[in-house]
């Protein structure tokens, strides 16, 4: 099957800590992050949004590739934050990596699983020879009202995938992947509102954990691996919690999810968060390991994913830092008040 | 600034990917990118040529009193930066807690330069980040 | 080529009180200068033969193009040709050099040249808007380079390369207030010191708004003549000894140097040759310092001073008032103000009364050679103009 030619991740360096939030809104720092298990999220900065962080993860990828950017068949860019409601930042982003004008573009919205959607479009499209390459991008700038507890986590970031079929140009192969989707209202914005709305703690059982599970097993039984067979599992990662109780509860170790767990140190990146997990894990992954991918969209589905890495992943390697130095490193705390205004909540009139 | 969409639409590549041109007979390079060679002048063969975006800072200020257009990034790091090509460019720097000085090595980033009030369109734009 | 050119004298000159003129627009402040220049040189409206008016940007301004003719006619100019000269904060001085080739070339004996803006009638941001225009408005004012920007790039690399210093910098500011004290049509007639130079609200690093010339209304008007019937109208004549002008890249970066104006240097050296004569002979001069860097810029171009050495010179004291060469004395840009289009007209104006000898507390004692340097833009135009007494 059709596979990952290369990749690319950006994390905005703004950081603002769960206990500055929680100053503001006269709340228990020390609990929210121990139940939530995040300590800090990052925040794009004033002139930074879903387009931009698409491209900056974009440009890595096709370094990271070394393919021709105009040999770019297609390329989605899923996020529930695109800038504009009507006009795609998938077009921005394939002139920005000089794409060329010979493929096709659009946005993609699924929650947080239209980037793992774009990349079942991509593999359909490669596999039958439509196109030679396509690139799926997770790029979000989320939002979280202020005061609800969303906002402890909704951060921002992404991560661009380019999927191809030629196995010699393959970092790693997707096995297998299957979905799971029903209509379930856990979570939404209507158009032009500001804010996402929420079911609380119906996002749980029957939104995230439904979904992940049903996908889970149901790649689980189409392809026969015991979830022992993986390397490394990453799950959508909406807090630091859920992806820990996911993997408890389809019988995976902590173990496993470890290394491709980054909102505890990002908050989620929604579009971004499960590519930016596997981006960390294909960091670190040697030739031959399995990775488990199970994404999750609110509204709802989840799409996952059997990966096997090959022989290439260390060539290309070293020609871009491994994400979680970035993440580490490239960082600058802000308090609240430059949060709101990096976020345009407060500006000069 | 633009509120018709031509102008900016006719300006995007020069703006995401810093496309400059290179008069084939003289080598010299330009950005922004031009039709006649100032030294070659009717002899210019003129083609277009991407440039890297890395070089260095040559000058730089904080503008402290901006336009109304950028009322709202201000205060915000301008700077004449030197390419490793050659040519100078000037451009946004932006803020990345390490110090700017003239000699700080630069490579460029994209990002929104404006947005053209609420239902405006939002300019995209090269600027550079010191590393 | 030169050849059968006539030499050119100014007979009259006129000035309005420059500063925030909240009850007079445009069309009066230039009625206001033109009325002093048809008094000064004792000729009426229907003498003048052609206008030439130097006006940046009174569309942005103001709302009004076509403004040539408004000019002509509000000046009682009935029906007489008139062109509107736009070179950024240069159009009054390039004006000055239009109406000097039509009087030089014979098509025309009396001419007059304006120069005006009315900036206080939008908001300061508009106004830093509209000044943007004159640097390069899709690469510079677009990135949200304004015009101090500009300057403040030039002056942070002049300070690396040379070792300026921002107290250097503003004692420019210092000296200009000093002269404009004694200038009656002065926006700024107060002292300033070094230390408010260097306390003041920052504008672009290292340039505070006492290194900026102010946003100003006012107007200034020459009439032209040739030298030859020139003592009918005036015992002492202007002669126009050098009309230079040059240009450069709009866009800074894409200069040669940022440290020095290519345009105001060759302008300079072209000025010189004509006028036959060197820096050493200037006795007073007027030169383009919309921001105090650009003084020291013009001091290096104009080869009063050596590359790097005029920053110093300056703060020494050495183009002082009553110095061996006085530098701006109305005030400059800094203390006189700088209504863009009147600025290169109202050097003119400056220096033909140093050398009639009618320039009062401020007279620079047997001033005969004076130099008018005006500057557009980030210095993508120069114009330079040396005058000389005739005895």
Not at chain 1, 22 to 34: P, T
Not at chain 3, 45 to 52: A, F, G, K, T
Not at chain 3, 230 to 242: E, L, M, Q, R, W
């Amino acid at each position: 099957m059709a596979g990952i030619i290369g990749y690319g991740a950006y994390v905005p360096r703004l950081r603002i800590k769960v206990e500055e939030i929680a100053r503001v809104w006269n709340e228990d720092g020390e609990a929210i992050k121990r139940g939530l298990n995040i300590k800090e999220k990052s925040v794009p900065a004033f002139d930074e949004d879903a387009a931009t962080i698409a491209v900056e993860a974009a440009r890595k990828a096709i370094h990271h590739s070394g393919i021709n950017p105009r040999e770019l068949g297609a390329v989605y860019v899923g996020s529930e934050s695109h800038p504009y409601a009507v006009k795609p930042t998938a077009t921005v982003v394939a002139q920005a990596i000089d794409a060329g004008h010979n493929l096709t573009a659009a946005d993609l919205e699924f929650a947080c699983k239209a980037g793992t959607a774009g990349i079942q479009m991509l593999m359909g499209m490669t596999d039958s020879n439509m196109i030679k390459y396509g690139m799926a991008i997770g790029s979000d700038t989320s939002q979280g009202r202020p005061g609800d507890a969303l906002e402890y986590t909704a951060s921002a970031g992404g991560a661009a995938f380019i999927i191809g079929k030629e196995k010699k140009e393959m970092i790693a192969e997707i096995l297998k992947t299957v979905s799971y989707t029903s209509d379930t209202p856990d979570f939404w914005r209507r158009e032009g509102a500001n804010f996402p709305s929420h079911g609380g703690r119906f996002t749980g059982e029957p939104g995230y954990f439904k979904h992940v599970a049903n996908a889970t097993k149901l790649l689980l039984e189409q392809t026969g691996f015991k979830p022992s067979d993986f390397d490394y599992v990453v799950f959508h990662q909406p807090n630091g919690k859920f992806p820990l109780n996911a993997a408890k509860l389809l019988g995976f170790t902590e173990k496993q999810v470890e290394e491709g767990l980054l909102t505890p140190i990002i908050g989620n990146t929604y579009s971004g968060a499960s590519m930016l997990g596997l981006a960390a894990v294909l960091d670190k992954a040697k030739p031959g390991q399995k990775i488990m991918v199970t994404s999750f969209g609110s509204g709802a589905g989840s799409d996952s994913f059997a990966i096997q890495v090959t022989n290439n992943i260390e060539s290309k390697r070293k020609r871009v830092a491994p994400l979680r130095e970035l993440i580490a490193k490239d960082k600058m705390y802000i308090d609240y008040a430059l949060y709101l205004k990096n976020r345009s909540s407060i500006v000069r009139t | 600034m633009e509120k018709a969409s031509a102008g900016m639409w006719r300006k995007i590549d020069t703006r995401y990917n810093l496309i400059g041109s290179e008069c084939e007979k003289c080598k010299t390079l330009y950005f922004p990118p031009r039709i006649i060679c100032r030294i070659c002048g009717r002899d210019t063969k003129m083609r277009s040529r991407k440039l890297s975006g890395n070089g260095k800072v040559y000058s730089f200020t904080t503008i402290r009193v901006p336009s109304d257009t950028f009322k709202e990034s201000a205060p915000y790091t301008v700077g004449v930066i030197e390419l490793e090509e050659g040519p100078k460019v000037e451009g946004h720097v932006v803020e990345n807690g390490k110090k700017v000085a003239i000699g700080s090595k630069v490579k460029t980033v994209f990002r929104k330069m404006y947005v053209d009030g609420d239902e405006g369109l939002i300019h995209y734009h090269f600027k550079f980040e010191t590393i | 080529m030169m050849v059968n050119m006539r030499e050119v004298a100014i007979i009259g000159v006129g000035l309005t009180k420059f500063g925030e003129r909240w009850e007079h627009g445009l069309r009066d402040l230039m009625a206001e200068a033109g009325l002093n220049a048809l008094n000064d040189a004792n000729i009426t409206s229907n003498d003048v033969e052609m206008l030439y008016g130097g006006v940046m940007a009174s569309g942005r301004f103001i709302g009004q193009e076509h403004i040539a003719a408004l000019l002509a006619d509000q000046l009682g100019f009935k029906n007489i040709p008139a062109v509107r000269v736009e070179n950024a904060c240069a159009s009054g001085g390039t004006a000055l050099r239009q109406g000097y080739i039509a009087v030089a070339s014979g098509i025309h004996d009396i001419v007059a040249v304006g120069g005006v803006e009315k900036m206080t009638d939008v908001t300061p941001s508009e106004a830093t808007s509209a000044l943007g225009g004159a640097g390069d408005q899709e690469w510079e004012l677009g990135q949200g380079i304004t015009f101090p920007g500009l300057y403040a790039l030039m002056a942070k690399r002049h300070m690396h390369d040379f070792g300026t210093t921002e107290e250097q910098m503003a004692a420019v500011s210092v000296k200009n207030h000093k002269n404009a004290v004694k200038n009656k049509y002065a926006q700024f007639r107060r002292e300033i010191t070094i230390d408010e130079v260097l306390k003041s609200k920052p504008v672009a690093d290292p340039l505070k708004i006492l290194d900026c010339s102010p946003i100003s209304d006012g107007a200034a008007a020459v009439i032209l003549a040739p030298l030859e019937i020139a003592k009918k109208y005036n015992d002492t004549p202007i002669k126009i000894a050098a009309s230079t002008q040059a240009t450069d890249t709009l866009s800074l970066a894409e200069r040669e140097s940022i440290t020095s104006l290519k345009a105001a240097q060759i302008s300079g050296e072209k000025a010189f040759k004509q006028a036959k004569v060197k820096p050493s002979d200037i006795d007073v001069a007027e030169v383009h310092d919309c921001f105090s860097i650009a003084e020291i810029l013009a001091m290096e171009d104009l080869g009063f001073y050596k590359k790097g050495k005029a920053a110093k010179a300056i703060a020494d004291g050495e183009t002082a008032l009553g110095s061996k060469l006085s530098v701006n004395t109305s005030g400059g840009l800094k203390g006189c103000g700088h209504p863009v289009g009147a600025t290169g007209v109202k050097q003119a104006v400056e220096i033909t009364w140093q050398l009639r000898g009618e320039a009062a507390d401020r007279q620079v004692n047997g001033a005969e050679i004076g130099l008018a340097h005006n500057v557009g833009g980030s210095g993508a135009t120069a114009v330079v103009h040396i005058m000389k007494r005739i005895n």
